[in-house]
């Protein structure tokens, strides 16, 4: 027998399976003209590329990053038209980041980089999606502010200590989400490239090549409402399964600490500290996970998986030490809790345990047999905090932002005059995602 559309007796809804993918959300009010302003705290990373002249014709490349917390004001204006936007904003920035190098061999460098505040004037444009929240890119200009102390350490009377403003070009992704008529909540995230500038030490120079990535979480307010908090999407489940995939940017950074025996002109022992690392690397992953909601909290279970292409070099030439770290692969489980808003978007926090794959190369004189080549699992705490902003009944837009600890590890060379090193890795991740609540 052949049925085709036919059903001869009533079937009890099985409680799963996929509601339409884009089944209609009711439509929030899309008014958010107007001035507006606010403040944000961010977290994120600098980086500095470094360039010099070593000895009579070698060189030293490098790549240094450190990260930490900051404070944001900002302020603009917008007009919007059948859901599409357009702005004009400006950010006044507040940093804490610093990096730093040293090691006291006489001939060696010793150098810190502050950053201490940058500014920036940007163009958005987005398109506001029918429960309410505004999905923007930015483009704009920045200065920042680099203190920046420099001296090869037998040779204190040429030491530097200049603050250098520097110029940069913003690129921006972001989100402001309703939380009732003028409040809104943003979530954002921006990398800045600044111009290259050059530390003048009298017997040497320096070349410097800053860039950063900072995610902000703030609150603003719309003069004259925007009406997008509407009563939408109050039915809107958060429960059941999930899967989706995430494209993220971020930074693996590393202090890397330890002893140099040297040979040479110079022979000895010597201390070294470095904050290394590279803040322009991408990832692709996914992610599955299960959860329950009672009103409007939400608690879940979620498993991730990810490649990278995070790594960092030192390189020196014609000889010396180059060595370096390369994130891979990483899986990790871990538990969200979050509140779903009035307009279907759960805000949430989440914790979890991370194994991820290191290659950390240590390459010192011309012997191959004693050089370092590590393939490390290393275990790690992960804490984000995310947006699932819903497009559909079933599909959904993911913001987030994490930041993970890897647990340190160590290694000696086998050289006549080792080398003893710790590498305490760390990296800051943002991913904008899809997903699909089955």
């Not at 209609?24 to 009010?29: E, I, M, Q, R």
């Not at 040479?264 to 996970?289: E, M, Q, R």
Request: charged share 20%; glycine share 12%.
């Amino acid at each position: 027998m052949l049925t085709l559309n036919t059903t001869l007796f009533d079937v009890d809804d099985p409680g799963f399976g996929i509601a339409p993918l884009w089944e209609t959300l009711d439509s929030a009010k899309n008014d958010w003209q107007g001035f507006y302003l606010g403040g944000q705290f961010g977290h994120g990373a600098t980086m500095m590329g470094t360039y010099g002249i070593r000895g009579t014709s070698g060189t030293d490349t490098a790549e240094f990053s450190d990260t930490a917390s900051n404070s944001c004001l900002f302020a603009g204006i917008g007009l919007s038209k059948n859901r599409w936007y357009l702005g004009l904003e400006v950010e006044d920035d507040h940093t804490k980041h610093k990096t730093t190098h040293s090691k006291d061999k006489p001939t060696s460098r010793t150098f810190r980089v502050d950053n201490q505040e940058n500014y920036a004037l940007s163009l958005r444009g987005g398109y506001i999606l029918k429960s309410g929240p505004l999905f923007y890119v930015r483009v704009g200009q920045a200065q920042a502010e680099f203190d920046t102390s420099f001296q090869i350490n037998n040779e204190p009377a040429n030491a530097v200590n200049e603050t250098f403003d520097v110029n940069g070009v913003r690129y921006g992704f972001g989100t402001d989400i309703p939380l009732d008529d003028s409040l809104f909540l943003r979530m954002d995230y921006s990398y800045t490239n600044y111009d290259t500038y050059v530390v003048d030490a009298v017997t040497t120079a320096e070349e410097f090549d800053p860039s950063d990535h900072i995610f902000h979480l703030g609150l603003g307010w719309l003069f004259g409402g925007n009406g997008n908090q509407a009563n939408v999407n109050t039915n809107l489940s958060m429960r059941g399964v999930y899967a989706g995939v995430t494209l993220g940017h971020g930074s693996v950074n590393s202090y890397a600490e330890g002893i140099h025996n040297d040979s040479g002109s110079l022979p000895g022992t010597y201390n070294f500290v470095g904050d290394f690392g590279n803040n322009n690397h991408a990832t692709a992953g996914l992610f599955f996970g299960i959860g329950e909601s009672w009103d409007a909290f939400y608690l879940g279970l979620e498993a991730e998986t990810e490649g990278s292409s995070a790594e960092w070099m030192h390189q020196r030439s014609p000889t010396g030490r180059d060595f370096g770290v390369k994130k891979k692969s990483a899986v990790g489980l871990g538990l969200r809790a979050g509140y779903q808003l009035q307009n279907g978007t759960l805000l949430y926090l989440s914790g979890s345990r991370l194994r991820t794959r290191f290659i950390t190369e240590w390459v010192k004189g011309g012997n191959s047999a004693n050089h370092i080549s590590r393939d490390d699992k290393v275990y790690a705490d992960r804490i984000g905090i995310g947006a699932d902003i819903p497009t559909s009944r079933s599909v959904f837009l993911r913001l987030s932002y994490a930041y993970t600890d890897y647990e340190p590890y160590q290694f000696i060379t086998n050289h006549a005059n080792t080398d003893e090193m710790t590498f305490d890795n760390s990296e800051t991740l943002f991913r904008l995602g899809v997903g699909v609540r089955f």
